[in-house]
DNA sequence: CCATTTATTTAGTGATCGATACAGAAATAA
DNA sequence: TTATTTCTGTATCGATCACTAAATAAATGG
């Protein structure tokens, strides 16, 4: 099956890399669909005849920063041999991606959306429940160390998962803020000097 | 001297209160004027009247959160007697003054306008360098620590700094998507059990 | 009283927001 | 060729943005 009708003159992935980039740096209410439109190069017929809304695009930017640059700060999450390593790698690729010459500085799921009343947009909220997703995330690799044997079950799962994850947003504020790769990963290492305190046997 | 031509009808203090919580609520830009005109109960004119503009107005809005809330969450800092109680104080302050139930949730400072891009707007700048002001605060107190003989010399004064402002501004976001009262305040307890480590001599 | 001063209400300003109507262009199908 | 389909550029749409001009109201000074 061929597809009719005339062919699209830009490169979709190459405009919605641009929408994502735009976004990242400076979060969904603060682009412009002219902003977007002259960064994608295209009018805006065309941007929503191809992406159907701005929240559609922004979706979809979303959906394209956690499989690009999202896998790169989780992705020794799951492989790496002990909760310990998990932890500490993923606050190191967190420091590093938040302070890329080449990006925008912190995460576009920490900074994207904050604005608004609790449940405010369908945008807001999405971004919240992906929030809640990395604590979730933290939380089953502990209970896992746990049945592993690795950690002893006294542990309280849910503050150690939200405290590591409550460093890793206020990383995106400092890296937004133009805090160094250095203080970042500086951060990181005074967080991981915590885990042997937080995860000892305490009956 | 008494004042001269018809006396204003609504209550300042009462208008810039009323406009804090909403700016502490909505941030900067999430707030319209006309939200702010219904909340204050005053017409656009009488607004710009008495403050300017809605920038002058956000500023004078800070400027009373920090006298207020702000001085809820530091009051205790600069009287602990030591390093520790200070740091421990302000993160459990902060942890109850992010979540309680009759204002907004998290810190007006942190949320207030993380949009855009680095060094954008002039709103954006004065509050980056008001979280900027808090880890000087503790690199300062720290330093205090070291003069009194309460911490050894040899301390990285402002990656611990950092360290304990990227969680204060962690907690901001986890307060803002719904975190318990509790939680906050587990997550405090847990970077207090780095201190011992972070603070101790290695030389 | 009247002049002056300041605040208020009404009713807007131009600019920009996200989103589209419309006509023409460029492809396939028959 | 002609019909159909889909995309593109121009030129907007109504709504809302932050903000204000103009007339009126309410106080004081003389």
Same mark, same amino acid.
């Given at each position: 099956?061929?597809?009719?009708?005339?062919?699209?003159? !830009?490169?979709? %992935?190459?405009?919605? &890399?641009? /929408?994502?980039?735009?976004?990242?740096?400076? =979060?969904? @209410?603060?682009? *412009?669909?002219?902003?977007?439109?002259?960064?994608?190069?295209?009018?805006?017929?065309?941007?929503?005849?191809?992406?159907?809304?701005?929240?559609?695009?922004?979706?979809?930017?979303?959906?394209?920063?956690?499989?690009?640059?999202?896998?790169?700060?989780?992705?020794? !999450?799951?492989? %790496?041999?002990?909760? &310990?390593? /998990?932890?500490?790698?993923?606050?190191?690729? =967190?420091? @590093?991606?938040? *302070?890329?010459?080449?990006?925008?500085?912190?995460?576009?799921?920490?900074?994207?959306?904050?604005?608004?009343?609790?449940?405010?947009?369908?945008?807001?909220?999405?971004?919240?429940?992906?929030?809640?997703?990395?604590?979730?995330?933290?939380?089953?690799?502990?209970?896992?160390?746990? %049945?592993?044997?690795?950690?002893?079950?006294?542990?309280?799962?849910?503050?150690?998962?939200?405290?590591?994850?409550?460093?890793?947003?206020?990383?995106?504020?400092?890296?937004?803020?133009?805090?160094?790769?250095?203080?970042?990963?500086?951060?990181?290492?005074?967080?991981?000097?915590?885990?042997?305190?937080?995860?000892?046997?305490?009956?």
């Amino acid at each position: 099956m061929v597809e009719r009708g005339r062919p699209r003159s !830009f490169d979709r %992935a190459d405009a919605l &890399r641009r /929408a994502m980039e735009l976004f990242w740096a400076k =979060s969904y @209410e603060g682009v *412009s669909l002219s902003e977007l439109t002259t960064s994608m190069g295209i009018n805006p017929p065309s941007l929503y005849a191809a992406f159907t809304s701005k929240d559609a695009l922004f979706r979809e930017a979303v959906a394209l920063y956690r499989s690009t640059e999202g896998d790169r700060t989780w992705s020794g !999450f799951e492989t %790496a041999a002990t909760a &310990r390593e /998990a932890v500490a790698g993923l606050l190191k690729a =967190s420091a @590093e991606n938040y *302070s890329r010459d080449d990006k925008p500085r912190g995460c576009l799921i920490v900074l994207g959306a904050l604005h608004c009343d609790l449940s405010n947009t369908a945008v807001n909220r999405d971004l919240a429940d992906l929030r809640m997703q990395c604590v979730k995330q933290l939380q089953e690799r502990l209970e896992r160390a746990i %049945a592993e044997g690795e950690l002893p079950q006294t542990i309280d799962v849910q503050a150690i998962a939200t405290f590591y994850v409550t460093i890793q947003q206020g990383m995106s504020i400092q890296a937004r803020d133009g805090a160094s790769r250095e203080m970042l990963l500086a951060v990181a290492d005074c967080a991981m000097v915590a885990w042997n305190g937080l995860t000892v046997s305490q009956n």
